[in-house]
């Protein structure tokens, strides 16, 4: 993955924020709460800051003080005051030619509300713990006339698949909407898990607690009692000999949910650093497989405006697809 790193100051519309700016409020922003907006256009400046700002008047709508949850409405002029002493140089990377050609050849679904990528493995969707780029930045960073880009969901750095982009404000709050609600939306991932899939498992129920390691500080996730009831689906699509292909519907949209639960299954996901045991990692070692075998491969909900059920699938990387058809060689 080749980059450029490049040194930039925090821009809206191509202004610094280090003077009084005047934003008109345009389309995609419409009902969005001030404190949310200016969060999004002083990116870099903390939130107790921005709520002082609004709290002393300094932010106006229309010449008017307002408050925290004012909702933006189409026209409204945004008085935002100089903040230049909370304002950095912040190292930014520009995502370098082969990412950018990539991404482009990874969207599976677009129109002018949304895009839906199938994400590479070890591609974060979001900078930031270190990470200066993200698959969000590159895709800003290559869609400059896009005036609008944002996630409307996340899944883990280490997994591919379904990745859904809002390209408008009011797409990104209707289907953000169905990842809360649950009802109409259904994630189905695929994964190649260690052992024998057992017979009697074709859902794991178990409440699952986040906690970091006290030596490492590393995140985790675990099953326990005082946890966040979480509900996963599962179905066995081909047993081999020593792993088991395994699709998976999360109902619920935990932390390393479908990770965990498979772990608790007694069947660890192949090339899962965080969760594999050491017969699991031979596995995955004796098949050369390097990455996290994990792949969101199809997802189910209506379209955010015509309201019509969308599918959209998303295909195996070519060497995870090769690893399965060398697979039914060892079939038991």
């Known amino acids: 993955m080749r980059a450029v790193i490049i040194v930039v100051f925090i821009l809206y519309k191509g202004f610094c924020v280090s003077k009084v700016q005047f934003i008109e409020i345009e389309e995609d922003r419409v009902d969005q709460r001030l404190d949310n907006f200016l969060t999004y256009v002083l990116n870099n400046v903390p939130k107790s800051r921005v709520y002082r700002l609004i709290r002393k008047g ?35 990377v520009e995502p370098g030619q082969k990412l950018r050609q990539d991404l482009k050849a990874a969207v599976v679904y677009e129109d002018e509300l949304m895009l839906a990528i199938n994400k590479p493995s070890g591609l974060a969707v979001h900078g930031g713990s270190g990470l ?18 944002e996630l409307v969901h996340r899944i883990d750095r280490d997994t591919s698949g379904i990745l859904l982009i809002a390209k ?49 500080g590393e995140r985790r996730v675990s099953v326990h009692k005082d946890g966040k009831p979480s509900l996963t689906r599962f179905r066995l699509l081909k ?94």
């Open 58 to 92: 300094e932010v106006r709508i229309n010449g008017k003080r307002a408050k925290p949850d004012t909702k933006l409405n189409e026209g409204d002029m945004v008085r935002i005051p100089p903040v230049s002493d909370a304002i950095k140089a912040v190292a930014t």
């Open 132 to 149: 200066k780029l993200g698959l969000i930045e590159a895709l800003r960073a290559d869609r400059p006339e896009e005036k609008f880009l």
């Open 168 to 216: 408008k404000r009011k797409s990104l709050v209707l289907m953000q909407d169905e990842f809360r609600l649950k009802k109409n939306l259904q994630k189905t991932y695929w994964c190649l898990v260690s052992g024998i899939w057992p017979s009697d498992i074709n859902s794991v129920d178990a409440p699952l607690l986040r906690h970091e390691e006290s030596q490492t």
């Open 239 to 332: 047993q081999f000999a020593d792993c088991a292909w395994v699709e998976a519907q999360p109902v619920t949209g935990r932390t390393h949910q479908i990770r965990v639960h498979c772990q608790y299954a007694g069947c660890p996901i192949l090339g899962d650093d965080k969760y594999q045991d050491a017969a699991t990692q031979a596995i995955a070692h004796g098949l050369g497989l390097k990455r996290l075998f994990l792949h969101a491969v199809q997802i189910r909900l209506p379209h955010p405006i015509e309201r019509t059920e969308l599918t959209i699938n998303a295909e195996l990387d070519p060497r995870l697809q090769s690893l399965l058809t060398g697979l039914t060689a060892k079939e038991s």
